[in-house]
């Protein structure tokens, strides 16, 4: 339920921002072509799914970090490697994950030091569990979509983001497939590269 106010509420400051902004072009080279951002975040994400349930098919929750290097390939739209580690340990299982993907993002920027901005992405997944007499990998795909907030202060930027992440991985033992669907929050510190 949390989550879910989350969105709404990053929604309409996305609405607002672009609906009630001043029809004034945008000054801001932070999202110009050739410019280019490097982030780190740190996420809490709830987690379900068959990959992620327990015996009493419950999901969890656990933390992780990522990290986002961008360029701007036109005024506002730009892609780059995401790189995404989590742990999590239900004191049965140590589940160790890693996601390398390709993201986009569309920021709306109008010039304000609080811009709004949407993505996405697709990438791998590497999993490894460790159940304490033996290990198992899993390995499959991982696709991303977002929301949120940059707020930047000159080359500074601080993102609050939310979104939703889909997996599908197949285990090495079992050769099963198994998905996983995950909420998450982040917050991100970083750094915008332009000529100023």
Same mark, same amino acid.
């Given at each position: 339920?949390?989550f879910?106010?989350i969105?709404v509420?990053?929604?309409?400051?996305?609405?607002?921002?672009?609906?009630?902004?001043q029809?004034?072009?945008?000054n801001s080279?932070?999202?110009?072509?050739?410019?280019?951002?490097l982030?780190?975040s740190?996420?809490? =994400?709830?987690m379900?799914?068959?990959r992620?349930s327990?015996?009493? /098919? %419950?999901?969890?929750t656990? #933390? @992780? !970090?990522?990290?986002d290097?961008?360029?701007?390939f036109?005024?506002?739209?730009?892609a780059g490697?995401?790189?995404?580690?989590?742990?999590?340990?239900?004191?049965?299982?140590i589940?160790?994950?890693?996601n390398?993907?390709?993201k986009?993002?569309y920021?709306?920027?109008?010039?304000?030091?609080?811009?709004?901005?949407?993505g996405? =992405?697709?990438?791998?997944l590497f999993?490894?569990?460790?159940?304490? /007499? %033996?290990?198992?990998?899993? #390995? @499959? !795909?991982?696709?991303?979509l977002?929301a949120?907030?940059?707020?930047?202060?000159?080359?500074l930027?601080?993102?609050?983001e939310?979104?939703?992440?889909?997996?599908?991985?197949r285990?090495s033992?079992?050769?099963?497939?198994?998905?996983a669907?995950?909420?998450?929050?982040?917050?991100g510190?970083g750094?915008s590269?332009?000529?100023?």
């Open positions: 339920m949390v879910k106010n969105i509420i990053v929604f309409c400051l996305m609405l607002h921002q672009t609906t009630f902004a029809e004034t072009p945008s080279k932070a999202t110009q072509v050739g410019s280019q951002t982030t780190t740190f996420h809490y =994400s709830a379900g799914g068959e992620y327990n015996d009493d /098919d %419950k999901g969890t656990n #933390v @992780g !970090i990522g990290f290097y961008l360029t701007f036109a005024d506002k739209f730009a490697p995401k790189l995404n580690l989590h742990r999590l340990n239900d004191g049965n299982t589940q160790t994950s890693l390398i993907s390709l986009t993002a920021f709306f920027d109008n010039g304000s030091n609080t811009i709004p901005y949407i996405g =992405s697709l990438g791998h999993v490894k569990y460790d159940y304490g /007499d %033996k290990n198992e990998t899993a #390995v @499959g !795909i991982q696709g991303d977002s949120g907030l940059a707020l930047r202060k000159g080359h930027l601080i993102l609050l939310t979104g939703y992440t889909y997996q599908r991985a285990h033992l079992t050769k099963s497939k198994r998905t669907k995950n909420f998450y929050l982040s917050i510190f750094a590269f332009y000529k100023d």
